[in-house]
């Protein structure tokens, strides 16, 4: 068994487009089923967090975004046995045409924070975020890679 198997890394997206509109996916299964969410999904081995979240916006929505900075950290523990963690990410949206992935959601939409404070299925992570003033972000910096003992072949800061 591996040593970081029950440490999980997930990212979300915080879509927000010219209009102030956020784009929201319903899953079709797990804890938010049939709740208004943010498109979010887990990291895979080979990628860094702010490509994680812009391939699972892309896959269950079809939008295409530019990664603009992280904006939250949500961390917890289930069962005294899974440390539970996920980035939030504020994205922009690149295109407008929404196609979701139906194997996943039963529902992907662009809503006004109007609809979606009002919306009993909004998760409560969006009626949090919903209600902030501003998002304070932390964007990527051009960081020197610290050299090849590490064998990085990705690097990335977040400041």
Same mark, same amino acid.
């Given at each position: 068994?591996?040593?970081? *198997?029950? $440490?999980?890394? =997930? #990212? /979300?997206?915080?879509?927000?487009?010219?209009? !102030?509109?956020?784009?929201? %996916?319903?899953?079709?299964?797990?804890?938010?089923?049939?709740?208004?969410?943010?498109?979010?999904?887990?990291?895979?081995?080979? *990628?860094? $967090?702010?490509? =994680? #979240? /812009?391939?699972?916006?892309?896959?269950?929505? !079809?939008?295409?975004?530019? %990664?603009?900075?992280?904006?939250?950290?949500?961390?917890?523990?289930?069962?005294?046995?899974?440390?539970?963690?996920?980035?939030?990410?504020?994205?922009?949206?690149?295109?407008?045409?929404?196609?979701?992935?139906?194997?996943?959601?039963?529902?992907?939409?662009?809503?006004?924070?109007?609809?979606?404070?009002?919306?009993?299925?909004?998760?409560?992570?969006?009626?949090?975020?919903?209600?902030?003033?501003?998002?304070?972000?932390?964007?990527?910096?051009?960081?020197?890679?610290?050299?090849?003992?590490?064998?990085?072949?990705?690097?990335?800061?977040?400041?």
């Amino acid at each position: 068994m591996g040593k970081r *198997e029950n $440490v999980w890394l =997930a #990212v /979300a997206g915080i879509v927000v487009a010219d209009d !102030g509109k956020w784009l929201v %996916v319903k899953k079709r299964y797990g804890g938010l089923k049939g709740k208004w969410s943010f498109p979010a999904g887990f990291v895979e081995a080979n *990628e860094t $967090v702010d490509e =994680a #979240v /812009a391939r699972e916006i892309l896959e269950e929505t !079809g939008i295409s975004v530019k %990664v603009e900075g992280l904006v939250g950290v949500r961390s917890g523990v289930i069962k005294e046995t899974i440390s539970d963690n996920m980035l939030l990410f504020l994205c922009t949206p690149l295109n407008s045409e929404v196609v979701y992935q139906e194997s996943e959601l039963s529902d992907a939409a662009f809503k006004s924070l109007e609809e979606l404070e009002s919306d009993p299925d909004s998760s409560l992570l969006i009626h949090y975020c919903s209600k902030l003033t501003n998002l304070s972000m932390l964007k990527e910096t051009n960081a020197m890679n610290p050299g090849h003992v590490f064998n990085y072949s990705a690097y990335k800061l977040f400041f």
